[in-house]
């Protein structure tokens, strides 16, 4: 069985031909990155906008690069939510109107399961259940105990910022532009770790909370003239990204 698959719930348009569940026939994304870039972070309407203009040649060349035709999908999967309702709409509704046309079932893709369910893809052995996942992604930090297919319970989650918002607004912070995550990393990699930061576990539970370490981070910012040096935004930067991943 081969299917379709089609993501639009941020900035980045993607389509997919997944065959039997596990096997990954092509994979394009289109990225909005240097678009959003100036900016600082994403513009929903210009995102939206942007996958309306992409999402039909990504969908053609996931199928190129696949070898397929229409008459080789079995079935199309979209992304309905969560995510940007703009974005999300377009995603829904080529999906909607390729499968009326083309007399295909087509299902509806919850985007955080997505995540959990991309474990199962290019593997020998699935993973086995139940089974811990964390879900780090854009706007979203859950952790869910996955008990079976279908079968989630969310354990735990961020109380404001998510991981990636926090490391967009750092990154911001101590000047190293836009996408944060990748930004910070980079320059943490010639830094020590020596500024005290609090953690973003709140202990005696499973939540996160992410926007006192930004504000932490503000006030280290601030009180060490980070950005004088080269040297202090690398540590600086070191020092975050420990307080993000150390739980």
Not at 153 to 158: D, I, N, R, V
Request: glycine fraction near 10%; proline fraction near 4%; hydrophobic fraction near 45%.
């Amino acid at each position: 069985m081969r299917i379709l698959g089609v993501e639009t719930s941020c900035d980045e348009t993607a389509a997919s031909i997944v065959e039997d569940g596990s096997k990954m026939i092509s994979n394009i994304v289109a990225s909005q990155v240097d678009i959003h870039a100036r900016y600082g972070g994403v513009v929903p309407e210009i995102a939206s906008r942007q996958h309306i203009i992409t999402i039909i040649p990504v969908i053609d060349e996931a199928m190129s690069k696949a070898q397929v035709s229409w008459k080789d999908i079995d079935g199309i999967a979209v992304t309905y939510g969560p995510g940007l309702a703009g974005s999300l709409l377009v995603g829904v509704n080529v999906a909607k109107a390729m499968a009326l046309a083309r007399g295909l079932p087509i299902a509806g893709v919850n985007h955080l399961e997505g995540h959990i369910y991309a474990n199962w893809l290019e593997r020998e052995k699935p993973p086995v259940l139940p089974c811990l996942c964390l879900i780090v992604s854009g706007g979203h930090s859950d952790l869910v105990l996955m008990r079976g297919h279908g079968e989630f319970e969310k354990l735990g989650q961020t109380r404001d910022d998510a991981a990636g918002e926090a490391f967009d607004k750092a990154a911001r912070i101590l000047g190293l532009g836009y996408p944060g995550g990748p930004a910070i990393e980079q320059a943490a990699q010639s830094g020590i770790a020596r500024f005290p930061l609090p953690r973003a576990w709140l202990k005696g539970n499973y939540d996160f909370s992410f926007s006192g370490l930004k504000t932490a981070l503000w006030h280290l910012a601030q009180r060490e003239e980070i950005l004088a040096s080269n040297s202090r935004v690398a540590d600086a930067a070191a020092s975050f990204q420990s307080a993000i991943v150390d739980v």
